[in-house]
């Protein structure tokens, strides 16, 4: 069996199984174990197998993963992510598409808080698209911000897909971390002009509404209040990798414990809090590692 026959296969049959809708992990995972068996000797091929696994999973690397998921889960059950959400809806003002530019502008915040992209883009989705409804815009204005958010959140740093690119490519992760900033920075604001400019040219996309005003004054309190605190945590997460000072893996983890420690300072670590917060970061370690062992051999 000729070679371009067998990839034309394997492809075929891994994009059918998503058609369906088995998880991109288990389609990856059927495929790979039919075709170790039969086209590597059955049980040798499986075998094979099993030790491909082990080796993708590993890999130290990997461990900054859960650490900056957890980070941004904490951030976001305690109710952090929401006070930077309410800064950034007063500091905005009455700018066309103003809920679709908060969008992007949380979307980047959350994306250097989180290193998970379907839970950042879901937390934007849960937060952002009632309003956005009963506010009227338009169906490319709220769908659209979401999933270009989405985007950003894959190349603004912490990314658990730039720890996974890092560790298969083999290559500094402290590196693609922070040469990510600039790039992805960049394309946020070229997501807000091109939405601010869309808006002014045709405002039926998103309706003008009366706002109340709010003195700067109020507008500087509720920003040192509300987001001095995350930026510490970025800071940690990025600034001490910059520096030098720590590998992704240990800025992971001490991001991680400075949110629980600022949860704790607003009086938002609740035993239900932990508890949601942990049990939504293993749900996606788990799906992400589960990707990886199930692709390795692919």
Same mark, same amino acid.
């Given at each position: 069996m000729e070679w371009p026959f067998i990839l034309l296969l394997l492809f075929g049959s891994l994009l059918i199984l998503m058609f369906i809708g088995l998880p991109v992990a288990f389609s990856f995972l059927l495929v790979t174990s039919g075709a170790m068996y039969l086209l590597m000797g059955g049980v040798n091929g499986l075998t094979q197998l099993t030790v491909s696994i082990f080796d993708s999973l590993t890999k130290f690397n990997l461990t900054a993963i859960p650490f900056f998921i957890l980070m941004g889960e904490i951030l976001y059950h305690a109710g952090l992510v929401s006070k930077a959400l309410d800064v950034f809806s007063k500091w905005v003002g009455a700018i066309p598409g103003r809920l679709s530019v908060v969008t992007f502008l949380i979307g980047g915040l959350f994306g250097a808080l989180s290193g998970a992209t379907v839970a950042s883009t879901a937390v934007l989705a849960s937060l952002m698209v009632p309003e956005m409804i009963r506010r009227h815009y338009h169906k490319e204005m709220v769908l659209g911000p979401i999933m270009a958010s989405g985007a950003l959140d894959m190349i603004i740093p912490p990314s658990a897909l730039t720890v996974l690119l890092g560790t298969i490519a083999e290559v500094s992760i402290g590196r693609l971390l922070i040469n990510a900033i600039v790039p992805g920075y960049i394309l946020l604001g070229i997501y807000v002009g091109f939405v601010v400019i869309r808006c002014w040219l045709n405002p039926s996309l998103a309706p003008i509404y009366e706002l109340s005003g709010v003195p700067w004054s109020e507008k500087i309190f509720m920003g040192l209040r509300d987001l001095f605190p995350?930026?510490?945590?970025?800071?940690?997460?990025?600034?001490?990798?910059?520096?030098?000072?720590? /590998?992704?893996?240990?800025?992971?983890?001490?991001?991680?414990?400075?949110?629980? %420690?600022?949860?704790?300072?607003?009086?938002?670590? /609740?035993?239900?809090? %932990?508890?949601?917060?942990?049990?939504?970061?293993?749900?996606?370690?788990?799906? %992400?590692?589960?990707?990886?062992?199930?692709?390795?051999?692919?």
């Open positions: 995350l930026a510490i945590v970025i800071f940690v997460a990025l600034g001490l990798m910059m520096l030098g000072v720590a /590998t992704p893996t240990e800025a992971a983890a001490l991001a991680s414990l400075i949110a629980f %420690i600022l949860a704790g300072i607003y009086r938002s670590l /609740t035993v239900q809090v %932990i508890k949601q917060s942990v049990l939504s970061s293993l749900q996606v370690t788990i799906m %992400i590692l589960t990707i990886i062992a199930a692709s390795a051999a692919f």
